[in-house]
């Protein structure tokens, strides 16, 4: 997450952001019913390699904030929660901070569902479904 230009908008819980991203490629990876290994290994390739080394935050401990996104993954796919419940509750969460979320989270939100989804056999007509859905509303913000 570069932090050029503004890119970084103030008054984002960034660790709260990445635990919904973390919530929201559950979501994708979870709409055939089952996430495949393929999926977490994209997730967490983009955590290390897109997500992490831009991201300037870090909580008390010091761990770079976007790692929430794999701990969130991984816990809630061992609740094995509803994806379209999860789905949704992300969207109320995209909603309520709109106006912290610019062009560039937006990106890669994006970005990283479109990984996570491509990750096992491309994506499937479900995943499609819920990234265009997901694609409306994030230009509706």
């Known amino acids: 997450m570069e932090n050029q230009n503004n890119t970084i908008?103030?008054?984002?819980?960034?660790?709260?952001?990445y635990k919904e991203l973390g919530?929201?490629?559950?979501?994708?990876?979870?709409?055939?019913?089952k996430v495949r290994k393929q999926e977490v290994e994209a997730l967490r390739e983009f955590v290390l390699k897109e997500l992490a080394p831009?991201?300037?935050?870090?909580?008390?401990?010091?761990m770079n904030q976007a790692f929430y996104t794999q701990f969130e993954f991984d816990d809630i796919a061992e609740k094995q929660e509803s994806a379209s419940e999860v789905f949704s509750q992300f969207l109320n969460y995209?909603?309520?901070?709109?106006p912290s979320i610019n062009s560039h989270l937006k990106t890669?939100?994006?970005?990283s569902v479109e990984k996570v989804a491509d990750?096992?056999?491309?994506t499937n007509k479900l995943e499609r479904e819920m990234i265009n859905n997901l694609k409306q509303e994030i230009k509706a913000l």
Do not use: M, R, W
Not at 9 to 17: A, E, I, R, S
Not at 119 to 122: G, N
């Open 9 to 17: 908008p103030t008054g984002l819980n960034y660790k709260q952001f």
């Open 23 to 33: 919530h929201l490629l559950y979501a994708v990876s979870c709409t055939d019913g």
């Open 54 to 62: 831009f991201e300037p935050t870090s909580d008390s401990s010091g």
């Open 94 to 98: 995209l909603k309520k901070n709109a």
């Open 108 to 111: 890669a939100i994006i970005t």
């Open 119 to 122: 990750a096992y056999k491309k």
